[in-house]
């Protein structure tokens, strides 16, 4: 006997979640499956992935919070995640992702043979299917994810204060806790560089929390007073040598003790500001 699949339904419009709903029911006889929850967000979504059990989930791409898209970035990155099905109205560039990428997805109005069709072959997302879906289609995170112990944090992009990279992660930095994530920051900057400015080879801070930049004198540095935290990629100062007791500057980000400094290269930073 087939296992029987525990499906989650996800769109914004409960209309349409009633619609699959039908349709789910009118597959029971060629594929074993229970409808184990609904959501009508993405946000909804992950919390319900959390608690485990899911085997499927039919996803509509456009929704408020978080969409499909993003959906399917985060939940990529378990060690196991559940099968996915985008469900649409017909959008040109991310059917092109889709099927470029080997993604199933469903056209609205959906079909109960197309349907059936998809949970059969239904298939987990990798997480290089769901990047290049997102890089094609331009669409942005709302969130990062931080993943422990199978589960899935999500940190509102909105919410960081700063990002900088030490070795293999970056440390992520809210008002209320700091995250390891393990992410590219160059990666990072491509997909937010309009929210973030790089002011290091190591560091990007978010435009809206700079409340203003300090000349610092290096000799006070020399002495202890330091500046940032040292860092397993330590963030050099680079103060004017052909001063004696060169100065640097750093930014003043709000809600943040730590000051972080500005590289020469990244000078031109401060004008913007």
Request: a negative charge; aromatic letters at 6%; charged letters at 30%.
């Amino acid at each position: 006997m087939n296992a029987i699949s525990r499906i989650l339904i996800v769109d914004d419009e409960a209309p349409a979640r009633r619609r699959l709903r039908d349709l789910l029911d009118d597959c029971r006889e060629e594929f074993a499956l229970v409808i184990a929850d609904e959501a009508a967000n993405g946000v909804e979504a992950i919390e319900i992935i959390n608690q485990g059990g899911i085997d499927i989930v039919l996803t509509d791409i456009r929704m408020p919070l978080m969409d499909g898209l993003e959906v399917a970035r985060h939940v990529a990155k378990l060690d196991s995640p559940p099968k996915l099905v985008f469900t649409t109205a017909f959008d040109e560039y991310a059917v092109k992702a889709f099927e470029l990428n080997a993604i199933d997805y469903l056209l609205k109005p959906i079909k109960q043979e197309r349907l059936l069709a998809a949970l059969k072959k239904a298939s987990a997302v990798r997480i290089a299917q769901a990047e290049a879906v997102a890089l094609a289609t331009k669409a942005r995170r709302k969130h990062l994810s931080i993943h422990e112990r199978g589960k899935i944090i999500l940190v509102p992009v909105d919410d960081i204060i700063f990002l900088r990279a030490e070795l293999k992660y970056v440390t992520v930095k809210t008002l209320a806790k700091e995250y390891l994530l393990e992410e590219s920051l160059t990666k990072l900057e491509e997909e937010f560089g309009e929210m973030f400015a790089r002011i290091h080879r190591s560091a990007l801070i978010a435009r809206k929390a700079v409340t203003g930049f300090e000349k610092v004198s290096a000799s006070a540095a020399l002495r202890g007073e330091r500046v940032v935290e040292q860092s397993a990629e330590p963030m050099v100062i680079e103060a004017d040598k052909e001063e004696a007791g060169g100065s640097y500057w750093v930014v003043v980000l709000r809600g943040v003790e730590e000051k972080l400094p500005v590289s020469r290269r990244q000078q031109h930073v401060i004008r913007e500001f």
